[in-house]
């Protein structure tokens, strides 16, 4: 899974300073699991996530968790199936001198040009994150959040709702894989058929 089109967590970096307490409201993701998630088999795509009660949108889902790898170690893995590349391209220099000025932190690096990609590998552990699916058409979304260190290269990446869901409707986010994207060792295109049923399913992951 790649991060390119998430954004950072803004109104959480603001939270960076270590001025609000936990009660804050920007801490959401903070807190861990609160929502009732049930593993399911699916029809056409292994494993999947629900939830057993009505989620709003907006809400916190789950973080995905596993570990991390810089992404030249993560090539090597043989296991893909469960890579989320946290991507390096997302980094808004702009916008976080902006916020370096009102929060008062610094980043570690100081060029986006500079940053090497880090990968989360939930295939040997994680937590229930690594058995959401992708679809073409998502009810959820992957965001990049700080807040136990200032590291831009490895945020955790937080799970939230887009649309209120109703109880045991499949939960999905778009893995942002560009068709052609992936390379086998040999450097051949790697396919992987899309299944998730949307009507817009442009018909691969990758
Ligand atoms: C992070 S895992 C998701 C959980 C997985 N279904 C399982 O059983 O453990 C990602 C893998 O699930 C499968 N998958 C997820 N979404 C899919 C989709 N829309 N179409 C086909 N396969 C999908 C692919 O094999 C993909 O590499």
Redesign the pocket.
């Given at each position: 899974?790649s991060s390119d089109g998430r954004r950072w967590g803004l109104s959480e970096k603001l939270c960076l300073s270590g001025r609000c307490p936990p009660t804050c409201h920007n801490r959401v993701s903070q807190h861990g699991v609160k929502i009732p998630l049930e593993i399911f088999k699916?029809g056409?795509?292994?494993?999947?996530v629900r939830s057993l009660s009505s989620i709003s949108s907006g809400s916190f889902i789950c973080e995905y968790s596993g570990e991390l790898l810089e992404d030249k170690e993560a090539e090597k893995r043989q296991n893909?199936?469960?890579l989320f590349d946290i991507g390096s391209n997302y980094h808004d220099e702009e916008l976080w001198e902006g916020l370096k000025s009102v929060v008062g932190v610094q980043s570690t690096t100081s060029s986006s040009k500079t940053m090497d990609g880090f990968t989360i590998d939930?295939a040997e552990c994680g937590n229930v994150g690594?058995?959401?699916?992708?679809?073409c058409s998502p009810n959820l979304y992957a965001q990049n959040v700080l807040w136990d260190h200032d590291d831009m290269r490895m945020p955790h990446v937080m799970l939230f709702a887009v649309e209120n869901i109703p109880p045991l409707q499949e939960l999905?986010y778009h893995?942002n894989y560009t068709v052609g994207q992936v390379l086998d060792e040999n450097g051949k295109e790697k396919v992987?058929?899309?299944?998730?049923g949307a009507s817009d399913c442009c018909g691969r992951?990758y």
């Open positions: 899974m699916t056409k795509t292994g494993w999947g893909d199936e469960y939930a690594r058995f959401i699916n992708h679809s999905t893995y992987k058929h899309c299944y998730c992951l």
